[in-house]
């Protein structure tokens, strides 16, 4: 199967590719096709002729969406419908990768794939939009929604780090529950669902609950630094631009029962990337 990546340098994006090696692949990223140009996005696509476009590519600073919706929307809803389109007219099938955020978090319990969306930030509901515009357009697609994704590039995790060389005490918010969720799990079940014929939605996040407390942490305590003090902090304290969900965690139902697959424990995933990051430094 030949697949085109959108946003290959992003922390999916590199993850995808490390496992799509030794296959025919393209990835792109802005400097390669831009999807906010319709016309590139077309032409890009057209030469490929994919089998599969795994569309990673997303404006993914929620806080600075907040203040400039328009951007977000031009990368997250229109960039996508400009993928969708391409995939169309090339008889490509789209991978689209959304997130917790179309939620509102006020169900009370984890969310799957039938629960209804009700995005409350800028970012969410461009994502969303993103989801709408490619269902409009499409058949052959699938939809999966993450959250709290850490891989190779700047993510909570490397911030904890960085941050727990310089201080003694991080406080960190303890009122959002989500599933944090390594790139590269998520990589895996994308490749392993795009096998299938199964278009849909589909939820793919590291199984099981937590805070940014209690993966913080779970950080420090893998990581083996017993200095550093954790402190609990509320949403309302940190005042961020945007809204977040309160507890948006993603079960993977849908995964599981069309793929008999889904993804393993956070505490597991963490455990293996970090034991990764000390190679890497040593
Ligand atoms: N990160 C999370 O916690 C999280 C949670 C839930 C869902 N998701 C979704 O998961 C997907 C992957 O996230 P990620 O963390 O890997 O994202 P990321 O690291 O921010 O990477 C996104 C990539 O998209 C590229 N991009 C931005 N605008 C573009 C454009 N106009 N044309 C082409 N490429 C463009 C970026 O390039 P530049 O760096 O050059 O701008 C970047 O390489 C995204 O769809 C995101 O919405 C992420």
Request: charge should be neutral; proline fraction near 4%; glycine fraction near 8%.
């Amino acid at each position: 199967m030949k697949i085109l990546l959108t946003g290959a340098n992003g922390q999916l994006g590199r993850e995808l590719v490390k496992r799509l090696k030794g296959t025919e692949f393209l990835a792109t990223d802005a400097a390669e096709m831009d999807i906010t140009d319709p016309a590139g996005t077309l032409r890009v696509i057209g030469s490929y002729q994919p089998d599969a476009v795994i569309h990673g590519a997303a404006y993914t600073n929620v806080d600075a969406a907040e203040g400039n919706p328009e951007a977000a929307y031009k990368v997250n809803a229109v960039g996508t419908q400009n993928v969708a389109a391409a995939c169309l007219k090339y008889g490509a099938k789209l991978v689209y990768v959304s997130t917790d955020y179309v939620f509102d978090g006020t169900l009370g319990r984890a969310y799957n794939e039938l629960d209804r969306p009700n995005p409350q930030n800028v970012y969410g509901k461009s994502k969303h939009a993103g989801e709408m515009l490619a269902h409009h357009i499409l058949n052959e697609l699938f939809i999966v929604r993450t959250s709290w994704l850490y891989g190779d590039g700047g993510n909570f995790v490397r911030t904890m780090l960085k941050l727990g060389q310089e201080r003694d005490e991080i406080k960190v918010v303890d009122d959002q529950h989500g599933c944090p969720t390594w790139a590269a799990d998520l990589a895996e079940a994308i490749l392993r669902l795009l096998k299938t014929e199964q278009f849909g939605i589909y939820h793919a996040a590291n199984a099981g609950v937590a805070t940014w407390y209690d993966f913080a942490k779970k950080i420090f305590e893998l990581s083996g630094n017993s200095r550093v003090r954790v402190l609990p902090q509320t949403t309302a304290e940190l005042s961020r631009p945007a809204p977040r969900p309160a507890y948006s965690p993603l079960e993977n139902l849908m995964l599981r029962l069309t793929t008999g697959h889904a993804l393993r424990p956070w505490e597991e995933a963490l455990r293996e990337y970090l034991a990764g990051l000390k190679h890497i430094t040593a």
